[in-house]
Structures are given as C-alpha cells and as structure tokens.
C-alpha cells in the first residue's frame, strides 16, 4: 500500500457535522450500489459497499471490494490484479483531500481491499472512498479516536449483534445508521450465519434466501456468505454512515464453536475442523473493516481519551468443548478465554487509567442458574450430587460453563480494585440487564464487581420465535422464573428484536434498549422499549425513566 497523507484538517463542530454527514452517508449506498460506474459495459465495480472500522486518534481502518471483471464473484478465485486507489478528505464533496494511496487486489484476497490510514487528526470526521478504472465507490464517513489523553465529555455507541440474513431484515443497520449521534458501532458476533438455507431462519420460514444455499465449510462458501450480507442495502447503510467495531461469536464459523470442534460440524463429512475455521477466519478479516491486533485472533483494546478503554475478546479460538456432564462447568482446566487472552484482560484492566472499562464480550458473564439456593445449601448438595457449584446453569456455551475463568477473572476485579467495568454482550437473541455479583449464591451481601447490558438479536429466533407463539405471552413467565432464580438480573426481555445505544459520561453509563416492530419487514420501525444505568463507582444498576437525547 502507497500513501500521500497531507496535513491534517481542524475539528468541525461536533452536532453540526455528524448529523448532516450522516443522514447523506446513510443514503448513498442505497443510491450507488446499484449506479456506480463500471469498467465493462455490464459489471458495476463496488457492489459491496464500503466499510471502516477501529478507529485511532490518528487513523482508521478502509475496507472495500471490488468486481474489476464479470468472472471476478466472490470466492470464485477468477479475475485480475487491480490497483486500488482510495483518498479520504475533511469535507464529502473532497475538496480537501487530506491522505490518499493505492492498494494492490487480486483473487488472493477475494479482491477485497483494505487500507488502515494514519496520520490523521483525532475525535475528527473524515469522507474516504475509493476508485478503479474511472469508477468511484459511494462515499463513507467515518470518525477518528479521540487523543490518547483527551478530556471526553460523552460517548455514544451503536450496539449490535446476531444478524440472520434468512430470518429478516437489518432494519436495526438502518436505524443505527440514520442517527446522526453516535461515534461507532460495536458488533458483539454473529454478524454472518453459516447455515444452510431453511436449516436456521424465521421460525422455520426463509424470508429471504441466502449465498451459497449450501452451509458454509470452505474458503470459497465463507466468502460468497460475507459478500451476499454485504448486498444488504440496510448494512451498507451503517457501515457507509459509522465505524464498526467488531469481535465474532460463533457463527462467523459454525454453532457452539471452540477450539476443537463445533455442534454444527461433523468431520466425517465436513472435514477438519482446524481447516474450516482457518477458511472462515480468514474470509472474516479479508471481508471486515477489523484490525487484528494478535495474528488470528480478534482480541485487542482500543481507546477513547481518558473516558474509556475498549477490551475486545476472542471467546471461541482458544475455548475448551462446552462441557459435556454438569460438574463439568467447575473444571479448572476448561477455558473460555486461554492463558495468553485472560492475562492480557486482567493486564489490561487494571492498566487503564480511563474512567471506563468497556468489554466487548460475546457471551453473556452473569451468572444465570436454575438450581439457585442459598450458598450454605447449595454448596454441600452440588458436591453430592455433582452439579456446578454455582448452580445448575441455563447455557454451559457462556461463561456459565467455564466458572474457573469467570472466577479469576471476577476475583481480579474485586482484589485489584477494578472499577466501573462494564460488559456489553450479545448471543442469546434476548435483552438483558445485569449485576455481576462477587458470589451468585449470596448476592446481594456478596457485593458486585461489574455490570453488563446483554443486546437483543438484531434477526435471529428468540424465545417466541421457537416456540412459535405471540410476543410477550409464554416468555413473561420464564423471565419472572430466571428473575426469582438469580436476584441479580434486573431486567429480561426474551422476545424482541432490536438493538442498544450506549451512552457514556464521566458520571454515568447506560443502555438504551429499542425494539423493532417486525424483523420481516424492511421497513420495520423501531422503538425505545427500557433504559438502565451504571452510576460511576457504583456497580449497580438502576432503571432510567427515558431514553438519552
């Protein structure tokens, strides 16, 4: 990659920039995907949009792909070597181009193109877009870190997750995109599904059928599944307005993935499982604007000025198989996160000086169980009859089934004296709002170490989805159960589909839940349905009466 970076421009005003920026980036992909000039006479050249994501204060990360030939399909392994050129300027209408520089493509990388920018300024909006043959891509905006030490005053975040293409829409993407006040988007996982069509959509029905109807396995399915969402107007919208900040879950390479195998992988006709998660692995970073900071992995920190750091986690590379006997949850030698990955958390913890500690994590942390009894009971009748010692848990695919790892990690919390740590999760196509306690078992005595807002699927089947009932009925007496169960559990909500807003002070955090009013429509709206705050210092969380303006 060549650049020709130039001197910075001045910060605009916040609100002004922002808000027209994104409003007209919002609307340029679903104007230019289909319009863009081609280099032949018949193939529009950026069909997929274009992407940023992990901000720095002095650089962002450029994706793109581009189809310099009819032969040149995603995964397909055809057509030429292409310069890429790509510039980013302070205004959209690239009056003042500010870097500029050209990327080399070819079948190698799907002809996919990334450019990680620097010498920019930071907390500043840029314009970027890219060219090949005389054809322009639509035009992104995306926004710079603030300086390493700068004084935040508020930020704001999109939070995501769970994206079925053929259970719906991503009309959450569009009105993520539409805002005009957030300064990123944190994606929690899931973001592509590896089904086959019909095997995993909207309560058993496809509302849209996805590429390759096959289930992804090899180099080439990975890829067509990532460029078929990249079609997607409603995610081209988002990712065009915002940078995204992205981890995966499972999904990404197949249902309850980890380092040996998955439930949705059968050697004896699908072939190694390492090979297929190299392929998925490597699609993922040819296709997401996602800079890995370890090789391989999507663990890594980012940092918004003094008010907060960003601990991004891997929690399927280095995982153990879930546990396959109820004692085995309390297994010290099982992991969720590796040696290397909990140490470079609990390090990177207690390092930050930011007001905020943020984690990006796939899988929800809160203990939830349902052999809940008192610790003096519970304890002796676990030994006895070889359950987890925490209770009986809900789902071994979280946390929930690695105690040993959640226990060191919640114990470095408290004996360090790590505070305002908050856990921003996805997976379970629920919404939920949580206390982490020190001890589930005698919560509330036991004190609180953390808290965590877990993100409703965005399409995926939820609670009512599976049981094929109306929204809001069966589930409500499943979310008063698990409530009674574990006390720590402030608020559930099984049934909808939606997304999160994170707004963040030095005084506060809180979530700002919305729901959509039907994922299989495009033109679903969207509403606020529950708010919940973190005071600063405090580790508890109470309900808000509105959302943030």
Known sequence: MSTTPAPAPRTPPRR?????AAAGAALLPLVSLASVPAVGAEVPVFQHGVASGDPLPDGVLLWTRV???ADAEPGSGRGPDSEVGWAVAADAGFARVVASGTVRTGPDADHTVKADVRGLAPATDYWYRFTLGGAHSPVGRTRTAPARDAAVDRLRFGVVSCANWEAGYFAAYRHLAGRGDLDAVLHLGDYVYEYATGAYAARGAVVRPHRPARETVTL????????????????AALHAALPVIAIWDDHEFADNASATGAVNHQPDTEGDWAARVAAAKRAYFEWMPVRPSVAGTTYRQLRYGRLADICLLDLR????????????????????TGRAQMDWLKAGLSRSDATWRLVGNSVMISPVALLALPAYLLRPLADLLGLPREGLAVNTDQWDGYTADRRELLDHLRAAGVRNTVFLTGDIHSAWASEVPCEAATYPLSGTVATEFVVTSVTSDNIDDILKVDPHTVSRVAEGALQLANRHLKWIDLDSHGFGVLDVTAERAQMDYYALSDRTRRDATAAWVRSYRTASGSQRLERADAPVR
Do not use: C, E, M, N
């Not at 002004?16 to 027209?20: D, E, I, L, N």
């Open 16 to 20: 002004t920039v922002v808000k027209g």
């Open 67 to 69: 189809t310099p030939s």
């Open 220 to 235: 080439a399915d990975y890829r067509l599944r990532h460029a078929t969402y990249k079609t997607d107007p409603d995610l």
């Open 317 to 336: 590379s280095f995982r153990s198989a879930q546990a396959d006997r109820p004692d085995g949850a309390d297994d010290a030698d099982r992991t969720i």
